[in-house]
């Protein structure tokens, strides 16, 4: 904090609080207390109970958990393999060229996913390439938005590094495969658990998309809880959301050990 009087560091600290709390903290705390309660007293869930996770860790919302975790795993490690080549790519091109790159590989992003989803969907749904009605046709969708951000992370990551290194491996002879495989890879390899962390974080949220193009045998855990909420089951699709929130947590706990790992090598 920059802020170096006791006076001032009080009053950052309490417009943070008056920031944070009602915003950010405020309202999962309201879903968290709503899965553990059965009715709303006045403006507050009531009537403890754990009926609604006995049911969110079994049968079909256990299904759409695991859904929702192959479906992040496997566009996460999607995105980063795209993403890392194309932001070494780019290291190697002209100015002009790596604008149009960035340009290309931000689009989806530019645009609401619901329109990444309907041109997937318009895309992949006649032959030769027929995804439409698969669980293929979920993961190219959180592909193609994740991408943009391992892309992104990747890049900026390549602007830091400093270049004496690859030229040492070069002066005692390495070839451009060997400094790319044990230089170069290797003092990226903290960006690049941030760039699978954050893909992760976003395909294991993603719904607008999704409700385009899921089929009934590939149901993600965003959409249960929609259309638990949808129907009228709150505490229920509460506790599927603190169940999404907690996965969520516990993978990007497991990638931020190892990124403090790599950053020490």
């Known amino acids: 904090m920059l802020v170096h009087s006791r006076t001032g560091k009080w009053t950052a600290w309490a417009l943070f609080a008056v920031l944070f709390v009602p915003l950010f903290a405020l309202p999962l705390l309201v879903i968290l207390a709503a899965s553990f309660s059965t009715h ?14 006995t049911a969110a860790v ?4 256990l299904q759409a958990l695991t859904t929702s975790l192959v479906t992040a795993v496997t566009a996460s490690l999607l995105a980063l393999t795209i993403g890392t080549w194309a932001a070494l790519a780019a290291s190697a091109l002209r100015t002009r060229g790596r604008r149009v790159l960035d340009a290309l590989f931000m689009l989806p992003v530019a645009v609401p996913s619901v329109v990444v989803g309907l041109a997937v969907l318009v895309a992949f749904s006649q032959p030769p390439v ?28 390549i ?37 699978a962390g954050l893909c992760f974080a976003l395909s294991m949220g993603e719904l607008s998309a999704t409700m385009m193009l899921y089929p ?43 990124r403090t790992k790599a950053s020490y090598r």
Not at 58 to 61: A, D, I, L, Q, T
Not at 149 to 154: E, R
Not at 160 to 182: F, I, K, N, T
């Open 130 to 157: 027929l995804l439409n009605g698969t669980r293929w046709i979920v993961i190219l969708a959180h592909t193609v938005l994740v991408t943009a951000f391992a892309y992104q992370s990747v890049s900026a990551a």
């Open 159 to 195: 602007l830091r590094l400093d270049p004496m290194y690859e030229q040492a491996a070069a002066s005692l002879g390495a070839r451009p495969s060997y400094v790319l495989l044990r230089v170069k890879l290797p003092l990226l390899l903290p960006s690049l658990n941030a760039a």
């Open 216 to 258: 009934p045998d590939w149901l993600p855990l965003p959409v249960l809880i929609f259309t638990a909420t949808d129907r009228g089951s709150l505490f229920t699709g509460s506790a599927l959301a603190v169940v999404l929130m907690a996965a969520t947590l516990l993978v990007l706990l497991a990638v931020s050990r190892i």
């Open 58 to 61: 079994r049968g079909e919302s």
């Open 40 to 53: 709303w007293s006045g403006a507050f869930p009531s009537g403890p109970t754990a009926e609604h996770y």
